[in-house]
Nanobody, 125 residues
C-alpha cells in the first residue's frame, strides 16, 4: 500500500502546477482522500479533500477558488490543480487516505493512512 505524490516544482507567483497522487496496492476507491502541506518551521496544514466517489470536495479557505481537487478511481490517481499560486503556497505537499470515511470535509491528518512521500512546491515572488 503506497501513495506517491508528484508534479511539484518551481513556479513564479501567479503560475500553475498540477500535482498527482498515485496509489498502488490500495483500495483507492474506498477512501476519502486529502492533500496536506507543510512549510519549513510550520505545522502540517490541511489543504483539500475529496469523497471516495469524487463528487464532493472541501477546501481550506486560503485556497478556495484557486485550487481544485479531483480523482480518477479507474486510474487510482488523485490530482490537485493549483492556479494563481502565491509565495505562501510554498511547502512540501503530501497526499493521504482516510480509511475511516468516504466523505469530504476537514481532515486533521491524525490517523490517516497511507501517506505518500511529498512533493516540493516553491513559488517565487
Amino acid at each position: 500500500v503506497q501513495l506517491q505524490a508528484s508534479g511539484g516544482g518551481l513556479v513564479q507567483a501567479g503560475g500553475s502546477l498540477r500535482l498527482s497522487c498515485v496509489a498502488s496496492g490500495h483500495p483507492f476507491s474506498y477512501y476519502a482522500m486529502g492533500w496536506f502541506r507543510q512549510a519549513p518551521g510550520k505545522e502540517r496544514e490541511f489543504v483539500a479533500s475529496i469523497s471516495s466517489n469524487g463528487k464532493d470536495t472541501y477546501y481550506t479557505d486560503s485556497v478556495k477558488g484557486r485550487f481544485t481537487i479531483s480523482r480518477d478511481n479507474a486510474k487510482n490517481t488523485m490530482y490537485l490543480q493549483m492556479n494563481s499560486l502565491r509565495p505562501e503556497d510554498t511547502a512540501v505537499y503530501h497526499c493521504a487516505g482516510d480509511p475511516t470515511r468516504r466523505s469530504a470535509g476537514y481532515m486533521t491528518g491524525d490517523g490517516m493512512d497511507p501517506w505518500g512521500e511529498g512533493t516540493q512546491v516553491t513559488v517565487s515572488s
